[in-house]
């Protein structure tokens, strides 16, 4: 399907960071990012608030409005829309712009903008450019590859955790504060993440030994998902090709690669 020209040049600008107009477009985006997510903390100051709350009030809306037209022109300018909608950034990008507009029904939800800071991830498309990596895309890469040793690594934690609730409810008793297993799972939580609040404590001579091993099993564990992650981060090659796909919005390509690995789109 041939790609109309200015949905081409709407799709470089805002998507790609090659050219020196998207890099511009991104910087100005950050800048506008940056200074929303100010003038939101400054108008959760009560003194600022009364004094210039109508002022910040309106440039907020006139933030909103820019970035309301740039999430459609972002829908507008790829081919598969529901594929950038429904993707991360394209929910971010939605959230970043809902709390204004849910503030004229519920008060007080404008302060959630600062969940556009979310967006300056973006950043570390125009970093690269220079002498980065493309640190966010690796990280997120290797989270994705070992996420089923992630997850098994989960279900081992899970289950040490409620047989042990379950064998401190039995052993401690409602008396030393172990008053439901779920209460027991928390404090066997709280142990093996070796936070240690302090408000409940085994006070038998078999609680206080299980409690222990609990958390030697926490420092030795602390370890796994930073080892199981590393090896990914080392398995994952790092790209200089900046290039999006109009079509999937695909963005781990190889440096020389002039056709989009997942779906073949031309680059």
Not at 75 to 104: E, H
Not at 145 to 171: D, P
Request: a positive charge; glycine letters at 4%.
């Amino acid at each position: 399907m041939k790609i109309s020209r200015h949905k081409k040049i709407i799709h470089d600008i805002i998507f790609e960071a090659d050219t020196r107009a998207g890099k511009l477009f991104d910087i100005l985006l950050f800048i506008t990012i940056i200074f929303s997510v100010i003038i939101v903390m400054l108008d959760s100051v009560d003194s600022l608030h009364i004094k210039y709350g109508d002022m910040f009030l309106s440039i907020e809306w006139i933030i909103t409005f820019i970035f309301t037209i740039e999430y459609f022109l972002r829908i507008y300018s790829v081919r598969k829309s529901f594929k950038y909608i429904f993707s991360f950034y394209g929910i971010i990008d939605l959230l970043s712009i809902l709390p204004t507009y849910i503030s004229l029904f519920v008060t007080g939800t404008h302060f959630l903008l600062v969940i556009r800071m979310l967006r300056l991830l973006r950043i570390f498309r125009v970093f690269k450019l220079a002498r980065y990596v493309k640190a966010s895309n690796v990280l997120l890469l290797a989270l994705r590859n070992s996420r089923r040793k992630i997850i098994v690594f989960v279900e081992v934690i899970m289950i040490i955790v409620v047989i042990t609730g379950a064998l401190m409810y039995l052993i401690e008793g409602p008396e030393t504060g172990f008053t439901s297993i779920p209460k027991a799972i928390y404090w066997a939580i709280v142990t093996i993440t070796t936070v240690g609040y302090g408000d409940i404590a085994p006070q038998t001579v078999l609680g206080q030994t299980i409690a222990s091993l609990l958390m030697i099993i926490g420092f030795a564990i602390i370890a796994i998902p930073t080892s199981i992650i590393g090896s990914e981060l080392i398995n994952v090659k790092s790209r200089k090709n900046t290039h999006v796909c109009y079509s999937c919005q695909f963005a781990e390509h190889d440096d020389n690669a002039e056709f989009c690995k997942k779906c073949g789109e031309k680059l």
